[in-house]
């Protein structure tokens, strides 16, 4: 039976070491500032809204949030993001997506100061994120990477699969993958022989939004699994990318859903945050 990697457990330790450092800047005079800006109404939006608000609140950092109208014109959207770029107490902005159909999303990225995009998502970024030259990390793959290196596995040199090539997720995952020295393969819809590709990896990354896509027989014994998805099954419960049951009876290490990468994407923009504010002194 594998181990279950403990997203929780994981995030709240580096929680600690984030509020440390934060304590320590406050008292040297500014603490990390983070905005975060809503445009329009989608519940599910709110609510990581108020988790972002809730984890600057718990690690110290001062925060501001914007609440936009759904019909806000995309031109005070963005002269929001330019006053925010030259706000000193501000170290990072989020624009909460999606944004309504109005609003052109690259733009809005396009115009956040990159030393202040703490998702990493600005071609500035993610052209240093290739490079291997970032401050700022994505913070769904860089979560993935706490949650690996909490196992103790070594990644060099290891076959590392990723299932999903997205902007978000699967492409920076493989960049960090490479950057950690593992021999790194990406598939996606049209990869072929998948089961194949997958038996090989000593370390998985499920990055699919497909429920139970990955089952036992496309595991090579031992490997370290992690699961990126969430999904909602029939009954609305919230469920990974990987028939956990069966995989987990292969599997060295897995993480769960809920419980696993999900609880580190906020916590890495939190250390997003803090690094941004370092790169601002
Ligand atoms: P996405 O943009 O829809 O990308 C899905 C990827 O899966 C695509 O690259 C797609 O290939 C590939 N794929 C689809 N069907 C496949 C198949 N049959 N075989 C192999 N590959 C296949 O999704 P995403 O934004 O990367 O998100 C992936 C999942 O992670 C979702 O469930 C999302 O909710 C979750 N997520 C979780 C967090 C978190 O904090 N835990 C953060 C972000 C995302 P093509 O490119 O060929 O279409």
Redesign the pocket.
Known sequence: MANIIDGKLVSARLREEIKAEAQALAAAGRAPGLAVILVGEDPASQVYVKNKEKGCDEVGFYSEKYFLAEDTEESELLALIEKLNKDPKIDGILVQSPVPKHIDYKKVVDTIDPSKDVDAFSPVNVGKIMLGEYDLAPC?PAGVMELIASTGTDISGKNCVV????N???KPMSMLLLHANGTVTV?????AN?KEVTRNADILVA????ADFVTADMIKPGAVVID????RNAEGKLTG?VAFAEVEKVASYITPVPGG??PM?ITMLLKNTLTARKLHT
């Open positions: 769904t299932i999903g090539r997205s978000i997720v699967g598939c996606h819809s049209k990869t998948l990055a699919v939004g497909k990126v998805g969430m999904n990318d990468v999900g994407t």
